[in-house]
Nanobody, 121 residues
Framework: QVQLEESGGGLVQSGEGLKLSCVAS????????MAWYQQTPGKGRNLIAN??????VTNYAGTVKGRFTISRDKNTVFLQMNNLQPDDTAVYFC????????????????WGRGTQVTVSS
């Protein structure tokens, strides 16, 4: 299995920044794309950024492009969040696709438990 553990959330003021981290651990063969999702109360979980494995291609949601930066060091993914605004208040979840064995197997999706980010105005 794959365990994803997020850290770095907290309470900040508008305009400040935070850096989230997510470490993948467990008995897996390979981690593929890793991502960060944002979930606010009463709403679904929305993809805000992802990064591939081999060529570290990144993609961002329009709401965070230019303010958030996703990066990766092997099986750890980071999210640098700058100029945070109250609308960024949410639980942030780490997501990863991984295979547990070598060979022709399809990756499975795994989730962390989330870390709360609160931005006060």
């Amino acid at each position: 299995q794959v365990q994803l553990e997020e850290s770095g959330g907290g309470l900040v003021q508008s305009g400040e920044g935070l850096k989230l981290s997510c470490v993948a651990s467990g008995n897996f063969f390979r981690i593929y794309t890793m991502a960060w999702y944002q979930q606010t109360p009463g709403k679904g979980r929305n993809l805000i950024a992802n990064i591939t494995n081999a060529d570290t291609v990144t993609n961002y949601a329009g709401t965070v492009k230019g303010r958030f930066t996703i990066s990766r060091d092997k099986n750890t993914v980071f999210l640098q969040m700058n100029n945070l605004q109250p609308d960024d208040t949410a639980v942030y979840f780490c997501n990863a696709w991984a295979t547990l064995t070598a060979g022709f197997v399809l990756p499975k999706e795994y989730w962390g438990r989330g870390t709360q980010v609160t931005v006060s105005s």
